[in-house]
């Protein structure tokens, strides 16, 4: 009797310990499927040098290789890449999870950056209608104005002057300049400030000079809107927007 017990008593510990065994050593179920390829990338496109962001949106997926198309690879699940030339790129991404595999493929084009801007109309939607001292522009009425194109300091060379408009008051706002002869900016000076300058013209003493705006073309080169039709700027006391063609 003593036998038998003994017997069964470490017959059910072999079949315990055998199924904790059994149990413990089993693959994971996730570990066996196929690994599946796919992302995302934002922009879709822009102009070099072109800063993407690239998410992975794989299934299954252990390991990540990306092959960037333009020499560069990253092993980051979600890394940002630098496209510094234009070109169109297949980019590739590869999974893998135990010895199967998967990859996707997609392009991207980089636009060649513009090198030129082409000013060719200056819209004035606010200035001050008085000084310093409280006073009008002119005794009598208002401002005759004209508008000036400046270099950067510092020269501050008149580039381009308007055409006057006489007797502004507040309620003939917007005024629109159109250069007969478009202002060239070249990419060698979108770093350097311009000046739109606004002046009263006095016919018996100097003119006066109302107000200013400033602007770097650089600002307007990067970012989620590069290389704008038109960009505004509200300075000092001063809205105006300038209307450009990017040109190369």
């Not at 006073?135 to 008149?158: A, E, I, R």
Request: net charge negative; glycine share 4%.
């Amino acid at each position: 009797m003593f036998y038998n017990k003994m017997k069964m008593t470490l017959l059910g510990m072999v079949l315990i310990f055998s199924s904790f065994q059994f149990s413990s050593c089993s693959e994971d179920p996730i570990a066996k499927k196929e690994p599946v390829a796919n992302f995302t990338f934002n922009p879709n496109s822009g102009y070099a040098p072109c800063s993407v962001q690239f998410t992975s949106s794989s299934q299954n997926a252990v390991d990540f290789t990306w092959d960037f198309g333009d020499g560069s690879t990253s092993i980051a699940e979600n890394p940002s890449h630098v496209f510094n030339q234009p070109g169109t790129y297949t980019v590739t991404l590869k999974v893998k999870n135990g010895d199967q595999q998967n990859q996707k493929s997609a392009q991207i084009t980089i636009k060649k950056p513009f090198t030129k801007a082409s000013l060719t109309k200056v819209v004035l939607t606010s200035m001050p209608f008085l000084d310093g001292a409280g006073s009008g522009w002119d005794p009598f009425d208002g401002p005759d104005l004209f508008m000036q194109l400046l270099s950067p300091n510092p020269d501050n060379t008149v580039l381009v002057e308007s055409g006057v408009v006489s007797n502004l008051v507040s309620s003939k706002l917007p005024v629109t300049w159109n250069l007969t002869t478009p202002y060239t900016i070249y990419e060698i000076n979108f770093s350097d400030a311009y000046f739109i300058q606004l002046m009263d013209s006095d016919a018996i003493d100097p003119d006066d000079e109302i107000d200013y705006v400033s602007f770097r073309l650089d600002n307007y080169t990067t970012g989620s809107n590069p290389y704008p039709s038109s960009i505004t700027r509200t300075q000092n006391s001063s809205t105006v927007t300038l209307h450009f063609n990017w040109l190369y």
